[in-house]
């Protein structure tokens, strides 16, 4: 397994991954940003948030590599070639919804971070975003689809739950919904094709019985990582988690603050439930 990829293997049907808490800058980036303005990227603290997971019998896949370096939750289609210097010969997205993210400049190889400052003072080369896809997506995506398989094989059926965090109020460059207040928790399964719609359904509810705000499918539907491997006739059900980082953060500092150790007894609490629940006996 990559130096760059953190996986710990479980017992249970649940799998989780953090693909965005990666604070290994590798030395080859050589972004013309300060680091402090890299570090906004990140979904600062996830891991630590969810690390009881693996004592629980989840399986653990964590991205200790930037996003900003490598996005491990994009196709390896949205790349913005204006970016490479010697051109790309490889496949890449047409239609505009998939070209959403990479308009905003946050495809496979970031552009802009989410103020819209340019990462780069330069092109980058066909060898190193092919490097970057070796060594970061790829082991990546190989630990999410075994760990997977491995709690299907296991069960007849695999919950995935792929974790992130989000601002509270949504910056310029991030999403299509500049300035939007967001929720305490945003649910996604790309509009039920995921996952069972009931599966996700009660996530919203135990967190709202935790006294949660909780949207379902807006503004994140849920990107790669769930598209790839959700499948929920199969009874692979994939969804997106995203949390406010004010509940548990200094959005100023990065510093966790009075409401992390709430927030992660409930995160377990959560977790603990979706351990004893059974998506096949779900209405």
């Known amino acids: 397994m990559s130096s760059l990829v953190r996986t710990l293997p479980g017992s249970a049907p649940l799998v989780l991954d ?12 050589r972004s013309r940003c300060e680091l402090h303005v890299l570090r906004r990227a990140e979904d600062t603290h996830v891991e630590k948030l969810y690390d009881f997971a693996p004592g629980l019998g989840a399986a653990w896949i964590e991205a200790l590599f930037p996003r900003s370096y490598l996005d491990a939750n994009r196709n390896l289609t949205e790349l913005d070639v204006a970016l490479i210097a010697d051109g790309w010969n490889e496949p890449v997205a047409s239609d505009p919804a998939t070209l959403a993210k990479v308009r905003l400049g946050k495809g496979l190889i970031w552009r802009l971070t989410d103020q819209g400052e340019p990462l780069y003072d330069r092109k ?5 975003v092919r490097s970057r896809i070796e060594r970061c997506w790829k082991p990546y995506h190989q630990a999410v689809e075994g760990a997977i398989a491995a709690a299907h094989a296991r069960h007849g059926y695999s919950i995935h739950l792929n974790c992130h965090s989000m601002p509270a109020i949504s910056s310029a460059y991030s999403t299509d919904f500049p300035g939007l207040v967001h929720a305490d928790f945003v649910i996604g399964d790309r509009d039920g094709s995921t996952a069972a ?3 996700s359904q009660r996530i ?3 967190l709202r019985g935790f006294g949660y705000e909780v949207a379902y499918n807006h503004p994140y539907k849920g990107v790669e990582l769930v598209r790839r491997y959700g499948d929920p006739g199969a009874q692979r059900h994939s969804i997106q988690i995203e949390v406010n980082r004010k509940l548990y953060m200094d959005e100023a500092s990065l510093e966790p603050n009075e409401g992390f150790g709430r927030l992660q007894g409930h995160l377990r609490q959560l977790i603990e439930h979706l351990l004893a629940t ?4 779900l209405a």
Do not use: I, M, Q, W
Request: aromatic share 8%.
């Open 204 to 206: 919203c509810d135990v």
């Open 18 to 29: 953090s693909p965005h808490s990666g604070v290994n800058y590798p030395a080859d980036f």
């Open 197 to 199: 719609p009931a599966l």
């Open 278 to 281: 059974d998506p096949r006996k």
């Open 124 to 128: 980058l080369t066909a060898a190193e």
